[in-house]
Structure formats: C-alpha cells, structure tokens
C-alpha cells in the first residue's frame, strides 16, 4: 500500500492519497488545493477511484467539489454530517467560502467496507468531535485513517457544534484502542502514530 500525505487547505489538513500496488488509489478528506492532488495524481500516474471524507469540516472537504469536477469521483460520507456538508462545514464562520461538492454518492453508514482496488477499508463509526465522524481502517496493512479524533498526543476537538467529549472518548475506546498496537495511525492534522504509542503516552486517554 503506497501512503503519500499532503497538508492542503487553510489549516495545512492531511490529505491522504492512498494506493494498491496497480495504482488504483483513494483520495482521503481533500482539504483544499485541488490542483496539487490531481499533479500528485498525474505524477504518479495513479487513477482515483473515490474520495474518502471521515467528517464533513471545511478543512477537510474543500477540495471535494473540484475533484469530483475534474475526475468525476464518488464522494462517501456518514449521513449523519451530510448537514454539516451542505453547509460548508463551518467555514463562513472563519471567513472561507468555496464550491460545495455533490452529495455524496456512498452513505457511509449504510457499508461496511470500501474497496479500492486491492484495498479494503472498514468503516469505523466514531462520533465525537462530529455526529457522524467516520474512521477507515485497513487491516490488512495494519494502517487507519482518524480523521480528527485521535492525534500523536492529542485527541479531537469536541467544542464545536455536535461534539462530545464523552463520546469522543468512547469512540476512542470501542472502535481505535481495541485495534492492534502496531497499526499505523494517520490522522487529520500532525504526525502519523501508532495505536500501541497513543495508547501508552497520550495524555488524554492516560487520564480518562
């Protein structure tokens, strides 16, 4: 499984473009800067297949309207964020406007895999820091992608509207503790970790 991680958009939000060993790869929570995903796309000569979205905050779905335009891309989501989507997800209340993409083509509570070429990724529901946050686990490469819930030291924010500190935490513990210490951890914003290191260090869940 080829990773390759870009910080794209106002808040520098890890996009993830993740790929089989054919080239058939998913475009995971686009944050902006549509053009350097399709050059990374190009440059690699990699084909996407979907776009990927475990939650519906600006930061995270700014880039989703120009790819679905250039590559005609299915977007998933949780319906539960499907609000927060439409809306923008948030950002006219920082000052931001952009295109908004289509409605998502694949609900994500309705699945419980998405396979992209040869990879699999199980959908992990874990509300929190949104209603309807998702994580998308491939356990085969022992590898999830968190999204904004668990962080290297850190965890979600749960003060914005919808979120939950004690569902966070649930999700946390339910769906991302429970996976096996050495699985890769991707996550929306920072340094990817590791289960078995956050489970260890991170203060958060040190304390809780």
Avoid: K
């Amino acid at each position: 499984m080829n990773i390759l991680t870009l910080p794209l958009g106002p808040l520098g939000t890890n996009c993830y473009i993740v790929a089989d060993p054919a080239g058939t790869a998913a475009v995971i929570d686009p944050g902006g800067d549509a053009d350097q995903v399709l050059r990374t796309l190009a440059d690699r000569q990699w084909r996407a297949t979907h776009i990927l979205l475990t939650h519906a905050h600006f930061d995270h779905i700014g880039a989703v309207a120009e790819l679905h335009t250039a590559l005609s891309l299915p977007v998933a989501l949780h319906p539960l964020d499907l609000p927060l989507y439409r809306s923008g997800g948030g950002g006219r209340n920082y000052g931001l406007t952009f295109e908004i993409g289509p409605d998502p083509a694949i609900a994500l509570d309705a699945i419980a895999t998405v396979a992209v070429g040869d990879l699999s990724f199980e959908v992990l529901f874990v509300p929190g820091h949104t209603v309807g946050h998702v994580a998308f686990c491939e356990h085969g490469h022992n590898a999830v992608f968190s999204g904004d819930v668990l962080f290297e030291d850190g965890i979600g924010r749960t003060d914005l509207p919808g979120g939950s500190y004690a569902t966070l935490m649930e999700s946390i513990r339910q769906q991302l503790l429970t996976l096996p210490d050495d699985t890769a951890v991707y996550p929306g914003h920072g340094p990817a970790t590791t289960i078995g290191r956050e489970r260890r260090q991170n203060p958060f869940l040190a304390t809780d």
